[in-house]
């Protein structure tokens, strides 16, 4: 072998099953003569092997828990960085790295979710029943004070103003006091999915699909929803 470089490709190469034919054969005669070139053979060998294993492992364990082509992104970028240690390996880590980014990102494109979260806020979100209803008789006024606030924060998702509708909403659904809790909290997940947050959307609606009270049913049907993949 000509160079350090050209022994470096041809060891990742060989980890790689990509020698064949005559490079093959020389190649494992120069491993047999090259008590060095063994020992690259052999430490190229275990990198591979710890990080496809690891690697494998960590995909299984993150690829459901995937909600954006970003996550999946940074999945990566945190493997190439973890499992890239000295020069005399880099190559390999690359590569397999790379390989791995596009199996990543085929899985990826199989599971992604069949509704986005614009989507399912559209098609579960109604404000016509939070206008104001005249009460007969007389209304206590903490009861008129907080109907007043949910259907604030209900205006302010109607008038696109979502960050300031989920703070507001927050307070309500983690007030025991909050005669309208319910409410809040299925206005706050609807708010949640109309700013793309697919995650907290879905633990509150587990929250209220194990209450069982009264968006339970849709809690449910739209957590489903949220669940089912686009595949190929």
Known sequence: MNTEHDKQEKTDRY??????????????????????????VILTKHISNAFQKKGERAVIEEIDALSSEEEMKAILASAEKKYQSGAQTKRVIMRITATAAVILALIYVGISPRYSTQNL????????????????????????????????????????????AIEKLEKMSSSPEFIFREDAEWNLALAYLNNNQRNKAQNILLKIAEKNENYAGEAKELLEKLNMKKWF
Do not use: W
């Open 15 to 40: 980890v790689l099953n990509e020698l064949s034919g005559n490079e093959l054969t020389d190649f494992e005669k120069n491993i047999q003569e090259d008590n060095s070139l063994q020992e690259d």
């Open 121 to 164: 806020f559209e098609a579960y979100y109604s404000a016509e029943m939070y206008e104001p209803i005249p009460h007969r008789g007389e209304v206590l006024p903490i009861v008129q004070q907080q109907e007043q606030e949910l259907y604030d924060a209900v205006c302010l998702i109607n008038s696109k103003q979502i960050n300031e």
